[in-house]
Structure formats: structure tokens, C-alpha cells
């Protein structure tokens, strides 16, 4: 996903006019750049070193052991968001600094009145982000969050679906564990207006039905809001919802606008079933994630290494490193060593899991930073070449 | 105990005294594994235990660097007695070490690549010296470091200048090398800037200056740029008592140039610091690339503040076994190289500073001269 973050100011960017000339002759950086850390001292939530203003932690509520919201202050030049967006988080964890896309939870008039949002959390096993999030976040905490993005509602702000009107539409929700939180933003945002709106919600157990009080409240006091939870793990005879079971909760399915959220396989998985009961694909919104995070889980035996910026990609299954991956499709990648030491050949990997060929260790699948020459892609792998 | 084992072991003592003055202890083939495997343990097991701590300690490194700057040049600035003057020249060279040293250096060798902070991050970082980042980067981390101690592959080793080992064939200019090398230590920012250039080698007619013209280029873009900022900028800022600026900047320079060059050369020049050819170290294993960068440094001893101003160099030889860990941790990590190393018998090279520096002096000295023929016995 493409971030959104300002352009980041190295040492040696903005050639050409005096200004900037002077810039690196003085600082042999920018001037934010060399002040920052002096700066940073007195205005901790200024980085003048590229990330801006940062955004502050004000409160947090644990609504079970694996579910967390945060309600953020966004900073005062933040341009705020769409119900249904996501925003991209930067927490520094232990020294490293690490982005996660989380969907906005909260209404639209939390920001109108207080310049606040929220942000819901849920555990992700092995997780870092996640797991420090539901542990040891403290409040105040400073982080650096983009723009919102992302386009999964939009047309919901319009007030228009597929050139009608929302209100004469029906509308049906299904989202899966943490894929609640950005319909969550919707619904209590009041997107789905007066239109017929079901809201089926699927969850391991009763306790990890997060928010499950708000929608019950909406089922109660709008007619035509229908709120149906769905657990999958709770009883001997729950299962996973499929076409059948859609059908069973939501009579004329095929008439619906469908918004999905969830992880990439239950978005496959309802996408398909939707689809057999006769949604045709416009009347499909979705927007999901991975929720593998495990190194070994997204091992393979086959693997192609996706070189982002001259869209090449590798396929090779040969025990070769990426930079010699990279060099087969002339790429020329800067380089010198060859064997790890000299860190010429430094760039990021946005995702995937690769191996330190002299160690012999698996990497996180996190983007980072890696050694391309001592790299063996192992599985799927983006890198920023 | 029996006397044949006694026996056995005195021989051993002996054998192994001989090997150690002679330069090399040589190990075997499963000893080299093995001494690499322990030293991969030893990264490992700091490697995962970084954090928080660690940058947090450079981001104050780099505070306190911005700050003296700051401080020193107000001082120098706005001094009207040598007193003043002098307070503001000792900060900006405290700033200037400190910068070159413990932050520059370290942070261009990748220590905190893993912060993902683009601040620290070693492909971006530019120095406050007349030496191009990009090009140390070439020279240092990747010939240096590669190559570290081998006679004709490490440019550093001498640099180009100094004969300091026999493997070097003694030629009569090598009769001034005191003066080159005092020349060197005053003018080190200029040397490493230009170290590049090769200019032995254009000198020979093995390479031409067409081949260097994109070096030149970024060298003399960078020296122009820390020109106009310590000798233009800041003295014409102070008007009619810009000669003040001016000797103030350059003492500053001065003190650092001094203090860096003698620095590194107490890091690879001391006396018993090893040197190796080229065929030793052809298909070279990882036990015996650390083993190498072992024999070819050199520590020295002393407290807190001697090794931050050294930039952690006086842990010459935990720097030259780990480059792209953090240098806070070295002090910690010595204590376990030197334990490993005395269990394989392996030199481990380390006095006071002072002791070191002169063997460093006695070593420019005696290799001035030619070899001196063996004597056949």
C-alpha cells in the first residue's frame, strides 16, 4: 500500500538551488533535519526532521484481552477522513520504527468536535505492533500517522450507489473480526442513512464481538437496521457463514449493495458467495488484509521476488540472493562486498520473509531494512528496487 | 602427571610462543570453524538484545554534537578575549570528534539501519568533513573492511603513503615517511578525502584521470560546500572580526584531524598488528575472515570518554569483527572476544593508548629503512 508519509529528508535530496546549497553546506542536511534533535527537547510532538506533527495517544480502552481502541489526537494540520478509511500508524517499538494500517473506528463528529479519532487494535499472534499495542502502550504516546486512504465507503459519502440513491437501496455489511472497525466508523458516522441495512458480524466467541453494544443500540432505535452476530467458535454447531447462510439473514441478498471486511481469505470467501446468490460485482465494495503474520506460515516453496519500482519480478527457485536476483533482470543494484559486510547493498523489503544466507535465519516478514547480498528470498517478497 | 603429557605440553607452550612472535597462529581448519561459529553466537545474541536503549544513546550523542557546534560557534562568534575564543574552539572540536567519530562513522557502517529511522539510517547519513559520505562509504566500509590488512588490496593499510610492513618494497622515498606521516595526522580530512583518487595509481599511468572524473566531481563538491561553511560563511558573519572565525574554524579542523588520524592509526599500525597476502586469503572462509580482523586491529585501553571520542575505536578489534553492531556494545562484547580468544590461543591485541600510539611511531620509523637481511645462520 502506498504510504502517504511526507517525503522523507535525507542528506542528499534537493539538488540544485541555493537555498537547499546552503541547507547542505551548513548542516550537510536539512535545517529541520540538524535542529530536530535540539528542537525535539523542547516540542516533543514536532519532527522536523520529515514526519511533521506527530499524533498523541489520549486514551485507551481494553474492550477484552485481544481488543484495544485508542482514541488519537490527530495533529492540527491533519486533513481528517471518510468514514470506512484507514490510516498509517508509525510507532517507534523498542528502537525500531515500524507502520501498520489500521481502519478509523470512530465517528465523523469525534473529529469534528475534537479533532479526535480512534483506532481499534485487535491482537494478532506474533504481532509486534498489535501485541505492544494491547500491552504496553502508555498514554501520551507520540506516533507519526499519514493521511487517511483508502476508498472502501467512498461512495457512501456521496450519498449515491452506482448512480442511485442511497436510500433506496439495501445494504448489507459483512465483516470478521477486526474487519468491523472501519464499518464501525460508517454505521455510527450514520453513512447508511435510512436505507434497509443489515450488519452481519462474525467472530470467534460473544466476548470478541467488539462494539457489539453500539449495534445492538442502532438495531433497537432505527426500523430498518437489522444487527445479526455470528460466532463461528462458541458452540459445537457453529461454522463459518457461507452462501446458505447468507441467504438464511438476508432474504433478497442479490438486490444489496455488499461491503466486506475482513481478512483476505474471508473476503475471498464471502466475495464468492455473494457472487453464487447473484450480487453482481460493481454492487461489491471490500477492503481487506493479511492477518499472517508468522514467518513460517508464509513460507513456500515456490517464491518470486517482486521488485517494486521497475515492476520486475523474480521467479527463480534457484539458492541464489536477491541481489543476484535483481542483477539476472538488469537491475544494478548498488553493491560492493558481496558477503554482508559493508551495507552498500541496504534496502527495504515492504514485505515477505527472506533468509540471512550466512545464519541461516529467517527474517520478520515486517518491511525492513536488509543486505540484498546475503538475502535469500524464502516465499513471496516485495522489495523496493 | 605424567611426563609425556607434561612434556607434550611444554612443547606446545613453546610451539605456539613461536607461532604468536612470528605474526600467526595458525589454526586449523575445525578451530577456524569453530572460533567463527562462536564469534556468529556472540553477534547473535547482542544482535537481539538491541533496542530502545541503543538509539536512544545516539540520539543523545548526536544532541550533545549539535549542541556543542551550536555553543562553539556562538562562542568563537561573539569571544573578545583568547579565553572565550579558546572555550568556543575546544567545543566545536568537541563537536567535530564527536560528529566524525562516534556518529558518523558508526552510523554509516549500518549500526542502526535496523531503527529504520532514515536519521540513522547509514545510506543517508553525510559527515562533517571534507570527505564525501558516498566515497567513504566505498573506501571504508566496503575495501577496508573487506579487506582489511591485506597487503595491496587494503588501500587503508599505509594509505598509499606509509610502508609499514616488509610485504612492501622498501623505495628511498620511504626514507621521509616521519614527515608524510606528520603531514598525514594534520591534514587527515584532506588525506581520507582524497583517498579515493588513488593517485599512486594515476601517478604509475595504471589508471587515467578520466576514469576518476566522477570522483572529483563529488569531491570537490563536498570540500567546496565544508570550505565555504568553516572558512567563508561563518567568518564573513562576523564582519570585521572574521580572521578570528577563520583561525578558530581551522584550529577546530586542526584538532580534529589530528585526533582522528591518531586514532585510526592506533587501530591497524601498532607494532604486533598482523598483515596477510593475498593468497592467504583466497576463497577465504568466514572463520578466517574473522581471524584476520582479529590479528589486523589493534586496542587501547582507557576511560569512558576516551573511547566515545574515539568513537568506540579503541575497541578496534570488536569493531572490526562486528562493523555493523552498534558501537555502545563493544565494551561488553571484549570482555567475551577475549575469553574466546584465549581458549584458541589467539593474540589479542590491546595496552594503553599512550603505549599503543608509540608503538605506532616506532613502527613509521623502522620501516622507513629497508629490510634488514636475514642472517644466515
Keep these: 500500500m502506498k504510504s502517504q508519509f511526507k517525503a522523507q529528508q535525507g542528506g542528499k535530496q534537493n539538488k540544485g538551488n541555493t537555498t537547499s546549497w546552503i541547507q547542505e553546506a551548513l548542516f550537510n542536511r536539512s535545517i529541520g533535519s540538524y535542529f530536530n534533535p535540539i528542537v525535539k527537547g523542547v516540542l516533543p510532538a514536532w519532527d522536523l526532521a520529515g514526519r511533521g506533527q506527530l499524533a498523541r495517544v489520549v486514551e485507551i480502552q481494553k474492550h477484552n484481552d485481544n481488543a484495544t481502541t485508542l482514541r488519537i489526537q490527530a495533529p492540527a494540520n491533519w486533513t481528517g477522513f471518510v468514514p470506512g478509511q484507514y490510516v498509517t500508524c508509525e510507532f ?117 464481538l467488539v462494539f457489539s453494544s453500539s449495534f445492538k443500540s442502532l438495531d433497537e432505535n432505527q426500523e430498518h437496521f437489522y444487527f445479526i452476530p455470528h460466532t463461528t467458535r462458541e458452540q459445537a454447531s457453529d461454522k ?122 529467517l527474517s520478520s516478514p515486517d518491511e525492513e531494512e536488509i543486505r540484498i547480498c546475503i538475502s535469500q528470498a524464502v516465499g513471496d517478497v516485495e522489495i523496493e528496487l | 602427571m605424567n611426563a609425556a603429557v607434561e612434556l607434550d605440553r611444554i612443547f606446545e607452550t613453546v610451539v605456539t610462543e613461536e607461532l604468536n612472535k612470528k605474526g600467526k597462529h595458525r589454526l586449523s581448519e575445525q578451530d577456524l570453524e569453530a572460533f567463527g561459529k562462536e564469534m556468529d553466537a556472540l553477534r547473535k545474541s547482542v544482535e537481539e538484545d538491541l533496542g530502545q536503549n541503543d538509539v536512544d544513546y545516539m540520539r543523545r550523542m548526536i544532541r550533545l554534537s549539535r549542541m556543542s557546534e551550536i555553543v562553539g560557534r556562538v562562542l568563537i562568534h561573539i569571544s573578545l578575549d583568547p579565553f572565550t575564543w579558546m572555550l568556543g574552539v575546544s567545543s566545536l572540536s568537541f563537536a567535530k570528534i564527536l560528529e566524525n567519530m562516534e556518529i558518523g562513522h558508526n552510523v554509516m557502517h549500518g549500526q542502526f539501519d535496523w531503527t529504520r529511522d532514515p536519521e540513522l539510517n547509514s545510506q543517508n547519513y553525510e559527515w562533517d568533513t571534507v570527505c564525501d559520505a558516498e566515497s567513504w562509504r566505498r573506501t571504508h566500509n566496503y575495501e577496508h573492511h573487506t579487506y582489511t590488512n591485506i597487503i595491496g588490496k587494503d588501500r587503508d593499510y599505509g594509505y598509499a603513503v606509509l610502508r609499514l610492513s616488509n610485504d612492501e618494497p622498501w623505495r628511498p622515498a620511504h626514507s621521509f615517511q616521519m614527515i608524510y606521516f606528520a603531514l598525514l595526522t594534520g591534514l587527515f580530512q584532506w588525506g581520507v578525502g582524497v583517498h579515493e583518487a588513488e593517485v599512486e595509481k594515476l601517478r604509475k599511468g595504471e589508471i587515467s584521470f578520466s576514469d576518476k572524473k566522477q570522483f572529483f566531481k563529488e569531491f570537490a563538491r563536498k570540500a567546496s560546500r565544508q570550505t565555504f561553511k568553516d572558512y567563508i560563511f561563518f567568518p564573513l558573519l562576523a564582519g570585521p572580526f572574521a580572521p578570528k572565525v577563520l583561525v578558530g574554524n581551522m584550529m577546530a579542523n586542526l584538532v580534529r584531524n589530528v585526533w582522528a588520524s591518531t586514532i585510526i592509526f592506533c587501530g591497524h599500525f601498532t607494532e604486533d598488528a598482523h598483515t596477510f597476502t593475498e593468497e592467504e586469503c583466497e576463497n577465504e572462509t568466514r572463520g578466517h575472515w574473522y581471524y584476520r580482523q582479529l590479528l589486523g586491529s589493534s586496542n587501547f585501553t582507557g576511560g569512558k570518554w576516551l573511547h566515545v571520542l574515539s568513537g568506540h575505536l579503541s575497541y578496534q578489534i570488536e569493531h572490526h569483527l562486528f562493523p555493523d553492531i552498534p558501537s555502545n556494545r563493544y565494551p561488553e562484547m571484549s570482555l567475551k572476544v577475549q575469553e574466546i580468544c584465549e581458549r584458541y590461543g589467539l593474540q589479542y591485541n590491546t595496552d594503553s593508548f599512550l603505549n599503543q600510539y608509540k608503538t605506532v611511531l616506532k613502527r613509521v620509523w623502522k620501516y622507513s629503512f629497508p629490510e634488514k637481511e636475514a642472517v644466515q645462520a
Excluded at chain 1, 472502501?152 to 470478521?176: C, I
Excluded at chain 1, 538488469?330 to 559486510?341: D, E, T
Design chain 1, 92 to 208: 517507534e517499538i523498542d528502537g525500531v520504527r515500524r507502520k501498520r494500517n489500521y481502519s478509523i473506528s470512530s465517528p465523523a463528529s469525534l473529529f469534528e468536535k475534537l479533532g479526535q479519532f480512534e483506532i481499534c487494535v485487535h491482537r494478532v499472534e506474533g504481532g509486534v505492533v498489535s501485541n505492544f499495542v494491547n500491552d504496553g502502550l502508555r498514554r501520551d504516546t507520540l506516533f507519526a500517522i499519514s493521511e487517511a486512504q483508502g476508498e472502501f465507503a467512498a461512495e457512501l459519502q456521496t450519498h449515491s450507489l452506482n448512480g442511485e440513491s442511497v436510500q433506496r437501496k439495501p445494504l448489507l455489511f459483512l465483516a470478521a473480526g477486526s474487519g468491523i472497525t472501519p464499518i464501525r466508523s460508517i454505521l455510527s458516522s450514520g453513512q447508511h442513512a435510512d436505507s434497509e441495512t443489515y450488519l452481519v458480524y462474525n467472530a470467534a466467541n460473544q466476548e470478541s
Design chain 1, 240 to 361: 463459518r457463514l457461507d452462501a446458505e447462510g447468507i441467504k438464511a439473514l438476508c432474504q433478497h441478498v442479490e438486490a444489496c449493495e455488499v461491503f466486506i471486511c475482513g481478512s483476505n481469505s474471508f473476503t475471498q470467501s464471502m466475495m464468492d458467495a455473494v457472487v453464487s446468490l447473484g450480487v453482481k460485482e460493481e454492487a461489491i465494495h471490500f477492503e481487506s488484509f493479511d492477518s499472517a503474520v508468522n514467518a513460517s506460515a508464509l513460507t513456500k516453496e515456490e517464491s518470486h521476488v517482486h521488485f517494486v519500482h521497475s515492476g520486475k519480478t523474480a521467479n527463480d527457485n534457484k539458492a541464489i540472493s536477491v541481489l543476484e536476483q535483481a542483477e539476472n533482470l538488469s537491475l544494478n543494484p548498488k553493491n560492493a562486498c558481496r558477503m554482508g559486510v559493508c551495507h552498500s547493498c541496504t534496502c527495504t523489503k515492504k514485505s515477505g520473509v527472506v533468509r540471512n544466507m550466512l545464519t541461516g535465519e
